[in-house]
């Protein structure tokens, strides 16, 4: 990485030490009965000082009985509470109802078959979600996620295990490949394509298209075409005599097992097998777009992975304690599955501020252009895979908008003085600062 990149951390630490001073004295100066007898020069130096007070306050609040107005004597979820501590008791600098934010794969209906399961969270659930659905699915070894297109694109995470992929190409050629955890995939709209779970144990993947209304219960299946067309019909297309027809299948099959296949190798020898365009990839192989202490970033689009057109991706992981930074997306809403650990995010918008938790399974949105972050707040690594419908991968740091703006700018709107203005990188990459 450049060198900008490698000592960010250090200088994060230095900004930290200098902030926390601040706050500490700022805190023993204001408090919110002397805020209001405080000149006009002073308030915007209060207001800022104040959301610390505030915070403090709302904190023994939580502790004791200073606010009644903050006690619950009725019914609780106490396990999805203690979930979702900000939701239930917000930071101060929430503010105003905004649009879903998150959502859980645990609270969605499974649909389990011989051979293994399949849920979704979908704009049905997640409405804000107008441009991206996701499905998570599970192939015991040698089942199928039978033969199959949509209306959508198709863009893959391996959560677990190993499986073979096929699609078809418009030109006939067919493309075969294996992936395991970490891996891609992208079938394009339209090329019919298939999934087997491999040995030893089979596979479990995050499925993302770009369609927030698609259902994985709506799309083409080979089963359903050939049950419901006349088997006259389907003899003269094939060739055949109607009594080589009557095993076909007269129910859509979905998911269901089978023998484990041939060897890649083998497969991949047989006639009209295409190398290229390649369909899968391998994103554990690629180096992090970004690495420092507190974690590191791995970026895929269609600069990177070039058959990927309209569906981009990025896996963080972020280090206990360590903060995706203040960010945004301009061309693109986000939509992240949390694959482990522990976070919370806030996502800010024109109208409103939500701090929303998350754990493993959730599912996080953030519409197109507004400012979030991600924080983890267990003592695991937090990893999480964001997903975004476009091929071209684009961000915006608000640390790198304010170092690059003149500084009499940033001195004016944030009442920064040009030394603490200095500190703040200049570096446009994606970074997650340590703890």
């Known amino acids: 990485m450049s060198e900008p990149n490698e000592t960010r951390p250090a200088i994060q630490d230095d900004i930290r030490v200098s902030e926390q001073q601040e706050s500490k004295s700022g805190t023993e100066a204001f408090s919110r009965r002397t805020f209001l007898g405080v000149g006009s020069a002073g308030l915007a130096t209060a207001a800022l000082t104040s959301l610390v007070v505030d915070a403090q306050e709302r904190g023994n609040i939580a502790k004791g009985e200073q606010d009644h107005s903050a006690s619950n004597p009725g019914p609780e979820n106490k396990p999805l509470l203690d979930e979702n501590p ?14 879903p934010v998150w959502y859980s794969f645990d609270l969605t209906h499974m649909r389990i078959q011989e051979g293994g399961w399949t849920n979704q969270v979908t704009q049905t659930v997640l409405p804000s979600s107008t441009d ?24 893959a995470y391996m959560l677990y295990g190993n499986a073979r992929v096929t699609v078809l190409n418009p030109d006939g050629t067919i493309f075969i490949g294996d992936v395991g955890k970490g891996d891609l995939w992208y079938f394009p709209a339209g090329f019919p394509h298939s999934i087997q779970g491999l040995g030893p144990d089979g596979t479990e993947f995050m499925l993302i298209f770009n369609q927030g209304d698609f259902s994985e ?13 006349p088997p006259s019909v389907l003899s003269r297309n094939f060739g055949l005599p109607e009594s080589a027809l009557r095993k076909l299948p007269t129910n859509d099959l979905y998911i269901f097992p089978a023998d484990l296949p041939e060897s890649l190798a083998q497969d991949m020898a047989r006639d009209g097998v295409s190398s290229l365009p390649k369909y899968t990839w391998k994103l554990g192989d690629m180096a992090p777009k970004s690495r420092t202490r507190g974690g590191e970033i791995r970026v895929a689009d269609s600069h990177s992975f070039v058959a990927a057109k309209n569906i981009s991706g990025a896996v963080a992981t972020i280090k206990p304690g360590g903060l995706r930074e203040m960010h945004w997306h301009p061309n693109a809403s986000e939509w992240q599955y949390y694959i482990s650990g522990k976070g919370r995010m806030t996502v800010v918008l024109p109208h409103g501020a939500r701090t929303m938790d998350f754990n493993a399974n959730d599912v996080g949105f953030v519409p197109r252009i507004a400012g979030h972050y991600i924080e983890n707040t267990g003592d695991t690594d937090l990893q999480v895979l964001e997903v975004f419908a476009t ?9 790198n908008w304010i170092r690059r703006m003149p500084p009499e700018m940033a001195m004016a709107h944030l009442n920064l003085d040009a030394n603490a203005i200095s500190k703040i990188s200049a570096d ?5 600062l340590p703890r």
């Open 391 to 399: 091929g071209d991968f684009q961000e915006i740091s608000l640390n």
């Open 217 to 229: 219960d709506n799309t083409f299946l080979i089963s359903d075409w050939v049950a419901h067309t």
């Open 132 to 155: 991206i659905a996701g499905v998570r699915m599970r192939l015991t070894a040698g089942s199928f996620r039978e033969l199959h297109w949509h209306t959508s694109d198709e863009w």
């Open 86 to 99: 900000n939701s239930n008791f917000p930071p101060p600098t929430d503010y105003g109802n905004i649009i």
């Open 428 to 432: 446009p990459g994606i970074y997650i």
